[in-house]
C-alpha cells in the first residue's frame, strides 16, 4: 500500500497526517508548540523547534506505517513566515512570524514602489520581514531566505533556496507572469538571497540518506513542494469545482473560492493564489471568532448557543470587530466596530454577533462574484465555527447556497493530497 504524508506546521502547532493512494486517512499524529515571544509588533520562533517537534511526530508515525511504503511527503506552513539561513541551510537567528509587524518602515518604502495588485504593503509581508532582515548583521552569512514550509522541506532532502508559488505570493512573487517582479530593481534587495519557485506539488528531491536515517525515513521518499496553510486547508476540505468555496470560522474570517479567473482589489483586500489551472481567490476579515471570545467565555457559549433562534433576526446589523481595523471585504484600517445597542439578552447579544460575521460573509461573496468570480454554489466550512448547526442556518439564509462542514478539517490532510499528486 502507497503511504503520502503531509506536514503542517501550523501557528500553534505541528501534525502530520498520512494517506494512502484513495486519499483514505491511516495515520495523524500532532504535537503543540511550545509559547513563543509575542507581543504587538514582534513574533517569534525558533526554527529548531519546528524540526524537533516533527522529529518526535516523524518516529512515532514510522513506528505506526512502513517507512518502506511511504512515497512521497509535502510541507505546509503559515503564509509569511520568514527566516535567513547560511550555505548549509542553518538558521541565522530567529523566525519571523507570519504576524510579525516590525518591518514597518519597510512597509512604508513598499508602498512607494509596489504596485497595488501585489499582496506586499503590510508590515508583516515576507517582502517586508526581506528587507527588514537584511539590515540586520547576521547578513553577512546569508545565502538562503526561506519560508517556514520551504526551510523544513530543505532539512529534507538537503536542498534550500527552493519555494512554492502560493508561499511566495506576499514575498512579492508575480503569479501571472511566473516569475519575481521587474519592480525589485528599485529596491534595494539582494535578488541572490530569493528561492527558486516551483508549482506546488512538485518533486525537488528526495529524502535525504542522513536525515533518512535519523527520522526512521527511506532515501527514496519523494520531497514535493507544499503550500500555505490556508491553500492546504482549502484542499482538505473537498473543494474542486470552480464555484465551490470555503469559509474557515477561526479567530477571523477567511474566505477562498475557486474561479476561473484571477481577481486582485487592494482596496478590497482580495486577492489570489494559483491553484492548477484556476485561481483561488478571497481574502481575510477581522471579523470572527475572537470578537465572540471578547465578549463570552466558552462555558458561557456552551449554555447560550442552544437558545439562539436563526429564524427570527435579531435587526441588530452589527460589524462585529474586536478592535479598529479592516482588511476584507474592504480595506479600512481605521474602521470601527459596530456593537452597539447592546441588548440585555446575552442570547440576543451573542445571536446579533454571529449575524454580523455572517452578513460580512455573504458581502464578502457577493463582492468577489460583482468582480468576476462565479457565484458560490455550495460553502464549505472549516475551524471552531463549524461545529456550530445555529449559526450554519443564519449563514445560509443569507448566503442561500448550501453550507457544509468540510470533508476534512486538517491542513496537513491537504498537504497529504499534494504528496500524493505526484
Known amino acids: 500500500m502507497d503511504i503520502f504524508l503531509g506536514i503542517d506546521l501550523g501557528s500553534s502547532g505541528c501534525r502530520v497526517i498520512a494517506i494512502d493512494g484513495l486519499a483514505r486517512q491511516i495515520a495523524e499524529f500532532s504535537a503543540p508548540w511550545p ?32 517507512p518502506g511504503n511511504i512515497r512521497a511527503l509535502a510541507v505546509g506552513g503559515t ?73 523544513v522541506a530543505g532539512k529534507l532532502c538537503g536542498q534550500y533556496g ?7 505570493l506576499k514575498m512579492g512573487y508575480d503569479i501571472n507572469q511566473r516569475c519575481w517582479p521587474d519592480w525589485f530593481s528599485a529596491l534595494d534587495l539582494d535578488e541572490g538571497l530569493l528561492p527558486r519557485v516551483v508549482a506546488p506539488g512538485t518533486v525537488i528531491g528526495t529524502v535525504d540518506r542522513i536525515v533518512g536515517q535519523q527520522l526512521g525515513l527511506l532515501p527514496d521518499t519523494a520531497v514535493v513542494a507544499g503550500t500555505t496553510d490556508g491553500v492546504a486547508a482549502f484542499l482538505a476540505s473537498g473543494a474542486k469545482e470552480s464555484g465551490e468555496a470555503v469559509t474557515s470560522l477561526g479567530s477571523t474570517l477567511v474566505i477562498k473560492l475557486l474561479s476561473d479567473r ?40 456552551k449554555s447560550l448557543t442552544p437558545q439562539l433562534n436563526p429564524h ?9 470587530l474586536p478592535s479598529p481595523g479592516e482588511r476584507f471585504p474592504f480595506n479600512d484600517p481605521d474602521k470601527q466596530p459596530q456593537l452597539s445597542p447592546r441588548p440585555d439578552d446575552d442570547v440576543q447579544f451573542l445571536q446579533g454577533i454571529l449575524e454580523g460575521i455572517a452578513d460580512v460573509e455573504a458581502r464578502s461573496y457577493q463582492l468577489l ?12 466550512t472549516l475551524g471552531g465555527g463549524s461545529c456550530n448547526q445555529y449559526w450554519a442556518e443564519m449563514r445560509e439564509q443569507r448566503l442561500e447556497v448550501p453550507v457544509k462542514n468540510a470533508a476534512h478539517q486538517q491542513a496537513a490532510y491537504g498537504v497529504a493530497l499534494l504528496a500524493r499528486s505526484v
Not at 312 to 320: D, S, W
Open 312 to 320: 427570527q433576526p435579531t435587526g441588530l446589523n452589527y460589524y462585529p
Open 79 to 151: 503564509s509569511a513566515t520568514l527566516l535567513l539561513c547560511d550555505a548549509r541551510g542553518e538558521p541565522l537567528g530567529q523566525a519571523l512570524m507570519y504576524n510579525d509587524a516590525r518591518a514597518r518602515e519597510e512597509a512604508v518604502k513598499l508602498s512607494a514602489v509596489a504596485p497595488r495588485e501585489f499582496p506586499v504593503h503590510s508590515p508583516s509581508s515576507a517582502l517586508a520581514k526581506l528587507l527588514y532582515l537584511q539590515k540586520q548583521p547576521e547578513i553577512a552569512q546569508a545565502r538562503h531566505i526561506l519560508h517556514q514550509a520551504d526551510w
Open 369 to 380: 462574484t460583482e468582480m468576476g468570480a462565479p457565484y458560490p454554489t455550495v460553502v464549505y
Open 35 to 66: 509559547a513563543y515571544l509575542d507581543d504587538p509588533s514582534r513574533t517569534e520562533q525558533d526554527p529548531w523547534m519546528w524540526w524537533e517537534t516533527l522529529s518526535v511526530l516523524l518516529h512515532k508515525l514510522t513506528s505506526t506505517v512502513p
Open 262 to 301: 484571477y481577481i486582485n482589489s487592494w482596496e478590497h483586500g482580495v486577492y489570489s493564489h494559483r491553484l492548477g489551472d484556476k485561481w483561488l481567490v478571497g481574502g481575510a476579515s477581522n471579523c470572527g471568532g475572537a470578537v465572540v471570545l471578547k465578549y463570552f467565555s466558552k462555558q458561557q457559549l
Open 162 to 168: 527552493i519555494s512554492d508559488e502560493n508561499n511566495c
